[in-house]
């Protein structure tokens, strides 16, 4: 029952809000090139779903490609970064420059770098380093706060560096590891999208593009569409991230376990 309102309840803020949205724009007569209806934005939505659909698949392919290529660069640094300190000291900061420069900055320059021809790499890989930072940082935490006690014990037993890695580091550090990965997910798209508005060009399928291209037309409804589709993808991205997590964690961790 309580997992049905967790559901209906944020389903019915939404159709309120539609419902309000779309009486607002009858009352006030607001024009559909500044304002347009939800059910315009609905009728465009179905208008344009073959194109905006493929728009969509690409969108979410460059940014699993990114997002897949950060974590597990991400993962065997923060591993490396667990076993040598003189590692972490050497190479963490560029890690956090990384960070700190703006993307939209940088992206010009990959993608002139990497060359339109292969737009679709340059965008992955804006993405992915976008998302890099968030997924090492809590890999890293994660494997550092592993529990002294059970590593002395593993020391005790003879274990190898290895050994103490995989059985006691990797499960301690997964709740780290597992909220970066979220956040990671969802900022790529973000990366995704900042790369594809940087690209200003037809050579870019994704939704952001079809965002850019219906701005240029004026089809403010279309617009809507691209962008309601592209929250959707964010969304989608977050809820298979969560899954995941609640199934790597349900047995086990305090933060999985539902609470009587």
Do not use: C
């Not at 059985?167 to 590891?177: G, H, I």
Request: net charge positive; proline share 5%; glycine share 6%.
């Amino acid at each position: 029952m309580k997992r049905l309102l967790d559901i209906m309840f944020p389903l019915a803020v939404a159709l309120a809000v539609l419902g309000l949205w779309q009486w607002i724009v009858a009352a006030k007569q607001i024009p559909p090139y500044i304002l347009p209806a939800p059910s315009a934005i609905g009728a465009a939505l179905i208008q344009n779903w073959s194109g905006l659909a493929a728009s969509m698949l690409a969108t979410i392919t460059v940014t699993l490609e990114g997002f897949a290529g950060a974590a597990l660069a991400a993962i065997a640094l923060a591993i490396l970064f667990s076993q040598s300190r003189l590692a972490e000291r050497a190479l963490y900061p560029y890690a956090v420059i990384l960070q700190v420069t703006p993307m939209v900055a940088i992206a010009p320059l990959i993608l002139i770098w990497v060359g339109f021809e292969h737009i679709d790499r340059a965008l992955a890989l804006i993405a992915g380093m976008i998302a890099f930072f968030p997924i090492l940082s809590n890999a890293a935490q994660g494997l550092k706060s592993t529990d002294f006690n059970l590593l002395d014990l593993t020391r005790l037993y003879g274990a190898s560096r290895w050994q103490t890695l995989i059985k006691v580091q990797m499960p301690s550090a997964l709740p780290a590891l597992l909220t970066g990965l979220k956040i990671g997910g969802v900022i790529a798209l973000i990366g995704e999208v900042t790369a594809e508005f940087a690209a200003g060009s037809g050579t870019a399928s994704g939704l952001a593009w079809r965002i850019v291209e219906s701005g240029n037309r004026l089809e403010i409804a279309t617009l809507f569409a691209a962008l309601a589709l592209l929250a959707l993808t964010g969304i989608l991205f977050f809820a298979a991230l969560s899954l995941l997590e609640w199934a790597l964690l349900r047995r086990w961790h305090e933060s999985a376990i539902r609470q009587p």
